[in-house]
């Protein structure tokens, strides 16, 4: 404790744990000019997708409405004649929509 406080051993430490910050690549990026890496899951805006013969590809299940933390997204759902079920109105709010890749 004594030669700690002779010899000022707290004070040298952080000069040194400060000058090795002043030494180590800086992990900031000048946002407007510089983007940061998207991850190669991102897949954008949330869309209702169709195959190539016009069919939405929703089967109405849900569950996107319910997962979604933000509550953007609602579903409203009718049978065909087949029996199947098929969304007559999906909806995202966008205003509401917090882009979590769920």
Known sequence: ????????GDLFRGIHVTAE???REKVTI???FEKGAI??????????RRYATGEER??????C?????????SIEVAERPD?????TRY?????????CGF
Request: hydrophobic fraction near 40%.
């Open 1 to 8: 404790r004594l030669a700690d406080v002779a010899f000022m």
């Open 21 to 23: 910050s002043f030494v």
């Open 30 to 32: 000048n946002y407007p």
């Open 39 to 48: 991850s190669p899951r991102f897949r954008g805006e949330h869309a209702l």
């Open 58 to 63: 929703c089967i109405a299940c849900k569950l």
């Open 65 to 73: 409405e319910a997962v979604c933390p933000a509550q953007a997204i």
């Open 83 to 87: 029996g199947s079920r098929r969304t």
């Open 91 to 99: 909806d995202i709010d966008m205003t509401k929509c917090i882009y």
